[in-house]
Structure formats: C-alpha cells, structure tokens
C-alpha cells in the first residue's frame, strides 16, 4: 500500500453549495447508479453504494462499511478517503479544496485479468 495522498479538487469546484449542503460541482443525484457501482465493484472488488458524482468531471464517491472512497473513472484509480467519517466531513473536507481529502490507494483489483 502507498502512503497516503491529498486529493486535488479545485477551489471553484469545491466551495460549498449552502442551500443543498452539498459541495458546490458535485450532486448525490445519479438516474441510475447502478452501472457506476458496478464499475466500481469491477475495478476495486468492493460493492459500495454511490453517495456523490462530480457533477462537471470523472470522479465518484461510494460508501461501505462506514468508510468513503473516490473512484475516477477515467484512470480506473480507487482511494479509500481517509478524513471522513460521515457525510458532514465528507462534505466540508471537499469544500476545502485541494489537501482537503487524505486518500490511501486502493489495490489495482482487474489487474489480474490483463497479460
């Protein structure tokens, strides 16, 4: 496992929205999440639900077990969000801006299925 990392979410991106509670870019609103969390199974082998997608870019957030994760979907990369325990510091560490989230690295889990 790598040491942890901080997340760079741009300032602009991550001022928080007041009137939802949520951080400002980023909605928990998805018509379907289901492929999404299923993505994030493939890639990671954890069956977490989908909590906030990054309204303007690749980037998802997912819950188990108590814990946070964030999952781009572009590089297919997964971290488990170190500094948030429940949706109140999830969303002010975001608001935050860059260095608000710690991450650890999620093991690369479909990497067994390529040559």
């Keep these: 496992m ?3 990392v901080v997340a760079d979410i741009p300032q602009d991106a991550a001022s928080s929205n007041k009137s939802q509670g949520l951080p400002r870019g980023w909605t928990d609103k998805l018509i379907y999440p289901e492929p999404v969390e299923e993505m994030f199974n493939y890639s990671t082998g954890l069956k977490a639900t989908f909590e906030l997608a990054e309204q303007k870019g690749s980037r998802y957030i997912f819950s188990l077990n108590g814990h946070y994760y964030i999952w781009n979907t572009v590089s297919e990369q997964g971290w ?3 500094n948030a325990k429940n949706h109140g510091e999830l ?3 975001i608001a935050m801006g860059k260095g ?3 991450l650890e690295e ?3 889990f479909g990497s067994d299925l390529e040559d």
Excluded: T
């Design 80 to 82: 488990r969000i170190l």
């Design 91 to 93: 969303y002010n560490n």
């Design 106 to 108: 999620l093991p690369d």
């Design 2 to 4: 790598s040491p942890p």
């Design 100 to 102: 608000g989230l710690k």
